[in-house]
């Protein structure tokens, strides 16, 4: 049978052993009449007996305190930092675990504010092999990735809102839009400049005179610089609204031209900071252009809706046009059957005139 000792006992039993030996000795010594002898055997039990328990003391104290800080580790308790100044083996091991301690501190806040979402907190590794470190920083960057993606499809799915909501919106203009492309291109510049939260837009449309030198007439405006832009065309390839015209594509400047174009405000002019231009086209004929700028800058996905907008107005604009000339055969058609309509009716007076010429000739015979 294997005998089993407490860790009391271990301490104790060299102590114990001594004790017991002088034990003996004072037990044979005691009627020897050496009272030398008799007194030295007996504070050999007694100093043997006390050094065995102040030891125990010694030792088991800052061990104590170790088995009370990893119980309290075991129940998942961070406790308060203390402050070791012991030097020997058993004062390292506490300063160990302290340190342990610290380092699960930082990770349990390191945790918790990403728990509630902030990821800008930061974290050391204990040192290169901290295993557990680096699982919390990879973890952080699960995390990270995983919350921009997130919001990544949320914008994505606004925008998708915010852009099907403004073709709804718009495709009802362009619907009630009657034979006046000067009202529809004034009205849309105000309703595209307000949804856009732009600063600046105009709308220019294709002349129909010159098909060897196709121009672009201003049409319709919001908040553009009067002085600079009533009245005025440009040819295909002339300035950037030509130029857009000309390629067929997208224009989209960051750095306009010096004096291009000033956004008026209660707080004087400023120079826009985005440009962009969208041709309108219709089976590769270029209708018209329209043009907006911002003082700051325009997303992506407000382009692609311009983009969008700008086939339906397309189909508006040429709408409006074949509206115009039908209305415009009709009246030449109107015009015409009156004249015909004046012209039979002289022919009948000239023929009851000549009737009655003939009549009044046979009468004088």
Do not use: C
């Amino acid at each position: 049978m294997k005998l089993r000792f407490s860790f009391s006992l271990k301490i104790l039993l060299p102590y114990l052993l001594f004790a017991s030996l002088f034990f003996v000795i004072f037990y044979r010594v005691r009627n020897s009449g050496d009272l030398a002898l008799i007194l030295l055997s007996a504070a050999g039990v007694i100093a043997s007996i006390l050094l065995g328990v102040i030891f125990s003391y010694w030792l088991k104290r800052p061990l104590f305190r170790v088995g009370n800080l990893v119980a309290q580790l075991t129940r998942g308790i961070l406790p308060p930092s203390t402050v070791v100044k012991s030097k020997d083996e058993i004062g390292e091991l506490e300063r160990n675990l302290g340190k342990l301690v610290e380092s699960l501190r930082s990770l349990t806040l390191f945790s918790r504010s990403m728990a509630s979402g902030d990821y800008t907190g930061s974290f050391e590794k204990s040192s290169k092999d901290d295993e557990i470190g680096e699982a919390l920083l990879s973890l952080k960057g699960s995390l990270m990735a995983s919350r921009k993606e997130s919001e990544s499809r949320l914008r994505d799915e606004e925008n998708r809102t915010w852009s099907a909501h403004g073709l709804a919106k718009f495709s009802k203009l362009f619907r009630e839009a009657e034979d006046d492309l000067y009202d529809l291109s004034r009205e849309l510049m105000r309703e595209l400049v307000a949804y856009t939260e732009a600063d600046v837009g105009a709308l220019f449309i294709t002349k129909e005179s010159d098909a060897d030198r196709p121009e672009l007439e201003l049409t319709g405006s919001y908040a553009f610089d009067r002085e600079k832009y009533i009245h005025q065309s440009f040819e295909f390839g002339e300035g950037l609204v030509g130029r857009a015209a000309l390629e067929k594509d997208i224009v989209y400047v960051s750095d306009l031209p010096p004096g291009y174009m000033k956004i008026r405000s209660g707080l004087g002019e400023d120079v826009p900071s985005s440009l962009l231009l969208v041709p309108v086209i219709l089976d590769t004929n270029v209708l018209g252009v329209i043009e907006l700028a911002s003082l700051g800058e325009i997303p992506a996905f407000q382009a692609g809706f311009i983009q969008q907008l700008a086939d339906a107005l397309a189909t508006t604009i040429a709408k409006v046009r074949a509206n115009q000339k039908n209305r415009e055969l009709l009246e030449q058609s109107r015009k015409q059957a009156e004249e015909l309509a004046s012209q039979e009716q002289d022919f009948r007076q000239n023929l009851e005139k000549l009737g009655k010429e003939i009549e009044r000739l046979k009468s004088g015979r």
